[in-house]
Nanobody
C-alpha cells in the first residue's frame, strides 16, 4: 500500500524549532520529488518546500532560510527542519510526492500543487507561549 505518514508536529514557543518527518511505505521515496505544504484554518494549502530526486531543494513562500528539507534514504523518509518558528508558521503540515518518478520540483510555488500525486495525513504545528 502506497502511503506517506508525517510526524513531529506539536506545540512550540515562538523562536523554537521542530523537525517534521515524512516516512513512505509501498514505494521508494527517493525516486520522487517530495513537497511540504502548510494549511491554516480556513485557508488553502500553501507550498513550503520541495526536494527533488537529486536532493536539490527549493523553499517557497516566506520561510526563506528558516527551513531545511532533506532526505533520510535509510528510513525512506524526508525531514523538514523548521527554525525560529513564529505564530504565523502554525498550521497543519503535509508532505506529498510529485506525481511522476524523477520529475523535478517546480520553481514556482503555485505550480507545486498541480503536480502532486500522494498526500500524507498531516501533522499539526502550534506556535504559542
Amino acid at each position: 500500500q502506497v502511503q506517506l505518514v508525517e510526524s513531529g508536529g506539536g506545540l512550540v514557543q515562538p523562536g523554537g524549532s521542530l523537525r517534521l518527518s515524512c516516512v513512505a511505505s509501498g514505494f521508494t521515496l527517493g525516486d520522487y520529488g517530495t513537497g511540504w505544504f502548510r494549511q491554516k484554518p480556513g485557508k488553502e494549502r500553501e507550498a513550503v518546500s520541495c526536494i527533488g530526486t537529486t536532493d536539490f531543494s527549493t523553499n517557497y513562500h516566506s520561510v526563506g532560510g528558516r527551513v531545511a528539507n532533506y532526505r533520510d534514504n535509510a528510513k525512506n523518509a524526508v525531514n523538514l527542519d523548521l527554525d525560529d518558528l513564529q505564530p504565523d508558521d502554525a498550521g497543519v503540515y503535509y508532505c506529498a510526492t510529485v506525481r511522476s518518478r524523477g520529475r523535478p520540483c517546480p520553481s514556482l510555488e503555485s505550480d507545486l500543487l498541480q503536480v502532486i500525486g500522494v498526500w500524507g495525513q498531516g501533522t499539526q504545528v502550534i506556535v504559542s507561549t
